[in-house]
């Protein structure tokens, strides 16, 4: 059965970095595109960043030039560098995507960044 794992959330001040990551395990013949969405307390979940089969890039405006998104297709990894984080960056990460042309959901990891 295929699975997407997040890890890599934590608790950081106003400026710091993290980097998560989100393992997909299983018997896996396809990757397609892969994302990162976030969730705030009481708000919609909304897209962070995109990353296509050929390696394509898309951000939210909020995150533009201070998050990276990047794969690794041989570990069936996808990586979501945070740099220059803020208090509006708190959320739930979660990590989505389309393995054997259907779409998975990870769990869910909790990132929360203080003033």
């Known amino acids: 059965q295929v699975q997407l794992v997040e890890s890599g959330g934590g608790s950081v001040q106003a400026g710091g970095s993290l980097r998560l990551s989100c393992a997909a395990s299983?018997?896996?013949?396809?990757?397609?595109?892969m994302c990162w969405y976030r969730q705030a307390p009481g708000k919609q979940r909304e897209l962070v960043a995109t990353?296509?089969?050929?390696?394509?890039?898309n951000y939210a405006d909020s995150v533009k030039g201070r998050f990276s998104i990047s794969r690794d297709n041989a570990k069936s990894t996808l990586y979501l560098q945070m740099n220059t984080l803020k208090p509006e960056d708190t959320a739930v990460y979660y990590c989505?995507?389309?393995?054997?042309?259907?779409?998975?959901w990870g769990q869910g990891t909790q990132v929360t960044v203080s003033s």
């Open positions: 990353i296509t089969s050929s390696g394509g890039t």
């Open positions: 299983g018997t896996i013949f396809s990757i397609g595109a």
């Open positions: 989505n995507g389309f393995l054997n042309l259907r779409e998975y």
